[in-house]
């Protein structure tokens, strides 16, 4: 009756204090439909609290900011501090435990920010937080505007497929930077996902 019961459990919850074998592991890869709002990917994720509390959030992927950014309304739901009034940001320690599709994502290095101002950076898209490039960069990231898919697997666990085109990523930031040509020259470009439109600088516009 015992064994049953512990059987039961797992079944029912995934999770157990000291029963080997119930233990909720993150998955190597998870895929997750996605939302285009004004030409940006919003996906949906978890932050699981200390207290086993579970806050839903919206996350746009911004592969152009290695900074985690949360709203204050984010914030404030987690208790993590406030910015002071008049301030339009305040640096904090990530969440401990962030997760898409039931993957627990690698935030080991990651900086994070809680911004008050401007308020429209979130409640334009409904968004509580950014998925930033610190945090892309420790996976395999697969992009799929036609599926409405973003795919995230850990090294190892996807094979990449489609035509390579060279690429540098900045080790500490993550960011991405490919060359373009137009008109015969070659241009270098950072692939920002979190920006709703491609700019160029005024001087190479001028030219």
Same mark, same amino acid.
């Given at each position: 009756m015992k064994l049953l019961s512990v059987l039961f459990l797992c079944a029912i919850i995934g999770v157990s204090a000291g029963v080997p074998g119930c233990r909720n592991e993150s998955p190597d890869s998870a895929t997750v439909p996605i939302v285009l709002d004004h030409n940006? %990917?919003?996906? +949906?994720? /978890? #932050?699981h609290k200390e207290n086993g509390q579970v806050r839903k959030?919206?996350?746009?992927? +911004?592969?152009g900011n290695p900074t985690f950014t949360l709203s204050a309304g984010l914030a404030k739901d987690l208790g993590i501090d406030q910015p002071p009034e008049g301030t &339009?940001?305040? /640096?904090?320690? &990530?969440?401990s435990d962030v997760r898409?599709?039931? %993957? =627990?994502?690698?935030l080991e290095g990651v900086? *994070? =920010?809680v911004?008050?101002? &401007?308020f429209w950076l979130f409640s334009t898209m409904q968004v509580d937080a950014n998925l930033? @490039?610190?945090?892309?960069r420790h996976y395999r990231v697969v992009l799929d505007y036609p599926g409405r898919k973003l795919t995230l697997a850990k090294p190892g666990s996807l094979r990449p497929s489609g035509t390579p085109s060279p690429a540098r990523v900045q &080790?500490?930031?993550?960011?991405?930077? #490919? +060359?373009?040509?137009?008109? @015969? /020259? @070659?241009?270098? $470009?950072?692939? +920002? %996902?979190?920006?709703?439109? @491609? $700019?160029?600088?005024? /001087?190479?516009? *001028?030219q």
């Amino acid at each position: 009756m015992k064994l049953l019961s512990v059987l039961f459990l797992c079944a029912i919850i995934g999770v157990s204090a000291g029963v080997p074998g119930c233990r909720n592991e993150s998955p190597d890869s998870a895929t997750v439909p996605i939302v285009l709002d004004h030409n940006r %990917m919003i996906v +949906d994720g /978890e #932050i699981h609290k200390e207290n086993g509390q579970v806050r839903k959030v919206r996350l746009w992927v +911004d592969s152009g900011n290695p900074t985690f950014t949360l709203s204050a309304g984010l914030a404030k739901d987690l208790g993590i501090d406030q910015p002071p009034e008049g301030t &339009p940001g305040i /640096e904090v320690a &990530p969440p401990s435990d962030v997760r898409i599709g039931g %993957m =627990k994502l690698n935030l080991e290095g990651v900086a *994070a =920010k809680v911004v008050a101002q &401007p308020f429209w950076l979130f409640s334009t898209m409904q968004v509580d937080a950014n998925l930033p @490039s610190t945090v892309l960069r420790h996976y395999r990231v697969v992009l799929d505007y036609p599926g409405r898919k973003l795919t995230l697997a850990k090294p190892g666990s996807l094979r990449p497929s489609g035509t390579p085109s060279p690429a540098r990523v900045q &080790p500490r930031t993550g960011i991405i930077q #490919i +060359d373009a040509v137009i008109d @015969s /020259e @070659s241009y270098s $470009f950072a692939l +920002d %996902m979190g920006a709703s439109y @491609s $700019f160029v600088s005024a /001087e190479k516009l *001028a030219q």
